[in-house]
């Protein structure tokens, strides 16, 4: 989401990592808060969008409850645009902090986050559910083509996502999760995709595959 004047409004997280506080001055240990922050970021198709959605929320009632908070708990600014792009550094500080300390539970908890929502997609709408998963098609062809489109498809919506910068950043990253997801459901990972890339594909590759098995 840029901000009103259209500049990026990664502007604001990247102040943290530039800044004398990092990560925004949050913390990343294995809090209660933490775990279901990453749980909910690997909420199928929402996940990655949480932290914006969190941000536009916290700006919008922060006149409202401010007066109601100790000081050291208010979010500060003056607009609404000054505490969004405030709060937005402070929930991607905590995301950031947590993934730097807790790399591999991180990945599991999305991981969990992953199965349970799609398992909630399959129940309330199998239909969807078997779309979404690639679970279509009659003959060995054309479930690999429906897995690709499956992946394709979720890559770039989760991509969009994942981006922090402007409409150019977001579609860079969602051209690039698109590849890689197709490219993992094959069991292909490319090599130069790094560790953190590895390690969250291999986690939605091996949740997406148990859940092919059950949706069979």
Not at 147 to 176: K, P
């Amino acid at each position: 989401m840029p901000n009103y004047d259209g500049t990026p409004v990664a502007a604001a997280p990247k102040m943290s990592r530039l800044g004398a506080a990092p990560h925004a001055g949050q913390s990343g240990d294995l809090s209660i808060n933490n775990v279901v922050r990453s749980i909910g970021r690997g909420v199928l198709g929402v996940g990655p969008y949480l932290d914006e959605m969190n941000a536009a929320t916290n700006a919008a009632i922060a006149p409202a409850i401010n007066p109601l908070l100790p000081d050291s708990w208010r979010l500060p600014g003056d607009t609404y645009e000054e505490r969004y792009n405030t709060s937005l550094a402070m929930q991607r500080g905590m995301d950031e902090a947590f993934d730097e300390q807790h790399p591999y539970i991180s990945e599991g908890l999305q991981g969990v986050g992953e199965v349970a929502s799609t398992l909630a997609l399959q129940r309330s709408a199998p239909g969807i559910g078997k779309v979404v998963l690639g679970n279509v098609g009659k003959g060995l062809p054309a479930r690999i083509a429906a897995t690709i489109a499956s992946n394709l498809g979720m890559g770039a919506v989760e991509g969009f996502g994942d981006g922090e910068g402007g409409l150019g950043n977001r579609a860079e990253q969602a051209v690039h999760d698109a590849v890689v997801e197709a490219l993992t459901g094959l069991g292909m990972m490319p090599v130069e995709a790094g560790a953190e890339a590895g390690r969250k594909a291999g986690a939605k590759a091996l949740a997406r595959a148990l859940l092919k098995v059950r949706g069979r």
